[in-house]
């Protein structure tokens, strides 16, 4: 009897012959954004409850925190898509998933100095010298991590469907 992942694989056997094939869908913009904004809405909601928790806030003062966090939920899914609709080409596909990192990375750090500012935890020198100078380089060294990982994962992405793609066609004439 063969393995349950072969018989799938091979159709060949009994399993095999009646296993339901998966399907790929395509993730559309709307799906995309709504499953992205779905999560990071409830990871931001997290992050401003336990916020106003651990430092006594009121509610009412964490709206606008939580409401500029959410619009860079809206400006990274916008962003992360861009960029994953070029990932079939490793280096394009590499520099988008970067340049939306980085653009992400600077407005959300922006967004969480600018919140510590208005809920008067930082004065206005502090978020802008000790805090605000540190954004742009720390989103520069991170994107160029994040550039070598996704190129060297795209690339290996490409080669084995590359692979993949001809073992089922059939032979030249």
């Not at 500029?68 to 960029?83: E, R, S, T």
């Not at 008067?120 to 991170?142: C, F, M, Q």
């Amino acid at each position: 009897m063969p393995a349950w992942t072969g018989a799938a694989m091979n159709r060949d056997g009994e399993e095999g012959a009646n296993a339901n094939m998966q399907r790929w869908t395509p993730f559309t913009f709307w799906r995309w954004t709504s499953l992205f904004l779905l999560s990071w809405g409830v990871g931001q909601g997290i992050l401003v409850v336990l916020a106003g928790l651990i430092l006594s806030l009121r509610a009412r003062s964490l709206l606008l925190p939580y409401l500029l966090l959410l619009g860079c939920g809206f400006v990274g899914a916008a962003l992360i898509y861009w960029a994953r609709r070029s990932y079939d080409q490793p280096r394009s596909g590499a520099i988008r998933f970067t340049l939306a990192t980085f653009l992400l990375l600077n407005l959300y750090m922006g967004v969480l100095v600018f919140s510590a500012y208005r809920l008067r935890l930082l004065s206005r020198e502090a978020a802008l010298y000790d805090y605000g100078r540190y954004i742009l380089p720390v989103a520069a060294l991170a994107s160029v991590g994040v550039y070598a990982m996704a190129r060297r994962r795209l690339e290996a992405v490409s080669q084995s469907s590359t692979r993949c793609s001809h073992v089922n066609q059939p032979p030249p004439p």
